[in-house]
């Protein structure tokens, strides 16, 4: 039985997937990402996964996150986005079980609510036991019910700040698809120059230019993510963002080791 405080691991969906093309899944890193989680064997781990080129391309397709407009084909897109995020989840949780992680899927449609997009409801009751026995419980941004809008799409990073503060996380790691936060993006711009560590009012100040995504992404790219994050860095929770498509980073960050990325602190 583990009461200890979690870790909370936030893989970005552009690292496991293509984001420029459409239900590309990266399985190649997916696989060395377990392989890192089983390495560092934390007991009170909790994973959470964005959605990439699955979620992402169906939600904006039938307007998920703008809620329900009496449309009935958006229900159907409602289903098939939540659906393609558990076709995502089933490759992590494959690649998690063969190395042999114990890791049970929680689908977040299933057991929050938000109201106007931000989480109003969550029953924690499976969650809770899951980590009372020490399983690694995996959740992933997902379409959800929303009271006042029918429906939206609850990003993976609403989700790490939810749980990281509602349960006193120890620290967040953050895996995106560079080494951690850049003035620029590194991918298009080679003098972009890496935040090598942020304080809390670095933060703010920073992160409305941290930009959009490469590929369709609904919920507000590197931007969107780190305005999640700021009320987590408020209640003095760290939070490491480090490449998780390089070897050894989410390994090294997990367990407590330096690593090539940005460390954020109040
Ligand atoms: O990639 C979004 O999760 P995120 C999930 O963590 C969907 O923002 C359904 C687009």
């Known amino acids: 039985m583990s009461d200890a405080k979690p870790v909370i691991l936030k893989i970005g969906g552009s690292a496991i997937t293509d984001k420029t093309?459409?239900?590309?899944?990266?399985?190649?890193?997916?696989?060395?990402?377990?392989?890192?989680?089983k390495r560092a064997d934390l007991d009170n781990l909790i994973i959470v996964h964005g959605g990439g080129s699955f979620g992402h391309p169906t939600a904006a397709k039938y307007g998920i996150k703008e809620g329900y407009k009496d449309d009935p084909t958006q229900k159907l897109g409602f289903a098939e986005t939540h659906h393609v995020m558990t076709v995502l989840n089933g490759l992590v949780m494959d690649a998690l079980i063969w190395h042999e992680v114990p890791a049970i899927s929680i689908a977040p449609s299933s057991c929050f609510l938000t109201d106007n997009g931000k989480i109003k409801f969550f029953d924690e009751t499976v969650l809770k036991q899951m980590q009372k026995m020490m399983f690694t419980p995996v959740l992933y941004g997902d379409a959800v019910?929303?009271?006042?809008?029918?429906?939206?799409?609850?990003?993976?990073?609403?989700?790490?700040?939810?749980?990281?503060?509602?349960?006193k996380a120890q620290k967040i790691v953050v895996g995106v698809d560079t080494d951690g936060l850049f003035d620029a993006d590194p991918k298009t711009n080679p003098n972009a120059k890496p935040y090598k560590h942020l304080t809390l009012a670095e933060l703010k100040q920073i992160q409305p230019k941290l930009g959009k995504a490469?590929?369709?992404?609904?919920?507000?790219?590197?931007?969107?993510?780190?305005?999640e994050l700021i009320p987590v860095v408020e209640q003095g929770i760290h939070v490491t963002v480090t490449g998780a498509t390089k070897g050894l980073s989410i390994y090294r960050a997990l367990t407590d080791q330096s690593v090539l990325g940005t460390e954020i602190e109040k």
Do not use: C, H, P, W
């Open 145 to 167: 019910l929303d009271d006042k809008l029918g429906f939206t799409v609850l990003s993976g990073d609403q989700l790490v700040a939810y749980l990281a503060i509602r349960y």
């Open 21 to 37: 093309g459409e239900l590309a899944a990266k399985t190649e890193i997916i696989n060395r990402l377990a392989e890192e989680i």
């Open 214 to 227: 490469t590929g369709t992404d609904v919920t507000g790219g590197m931007a969107g993510k780190i305005a």
